[in-house]
């Protein structure tokens, strides 16, 4: 029987020596199966320099690898769509500023030009104006020009004396038309506030 034990003890030694390895885990496997990889990783970083060609430890370091590249590229990706969105914001903030400084100056324009057509007793045109304009009546003056016998009526004359207590001026003489006269008066009152 021991004999027996011994030989058959012996074949399955032999048996199991010539049986093929088991081959190591691929890159495949361990990034299928995270904690095969951990541990893996667990047991080459506890021997570095006896595990550091051992086809297990380079495969899962390619693994590790390649998990890494993954995350980054989902890092840069998240970020890259975060810096978008971040433009796409500001080029909306840029083009409302933009709208609001456009229309405020068509605001002021607005305001600048019924102030101006104030002056000649218009309205300026409106927006919704929907009916149609004439455009030879734009051209056409409002302002009433007053005949030259009312220029000459309300003129005022030598004989008509201010008020007392006034401070309206007092014209002592007619001022001068031409440029030559008007030179002289200049000089006049130069030499007047030299002495």
Known sequence: MKLRFTMLLSGLLILVGCAE?????????????PNALEAAMVRCAVNRSGTRY???????????SIIEAKEERARRDAFEAQSEAKRAALRRTQQAQAEARRRAEEAERRRTEAAYLAQFGELPPGEDD????????LNAPTA????PEQDQQLAPTDTTLPPAGSNAPVIDQEPPS???????????RNDESDN
Not at 21 to 33: G, Q, R
Not at 144 to 147: A, F, G, N
Not at 178 to 188: A, G, M, N
């Open 54 to 64: 051992d086809a297990e430890c380079v495969n899962a370091r390619q693994a590790v």
């Open 144 to 147: 009433v020009i007053p005949p």
């Open 178 to 188: 031409d440029l030559s006269d008007i030179r002289e008066e200049l000089r006049r």
């Open 130 to 137: 929907e009916e149609p304009v004439d455009e030879t009546a």
């Open 21 to 33: 390895e088991v081959p190591p885990p691929s890159v495949h496997d361990f990034l299928d199966d």
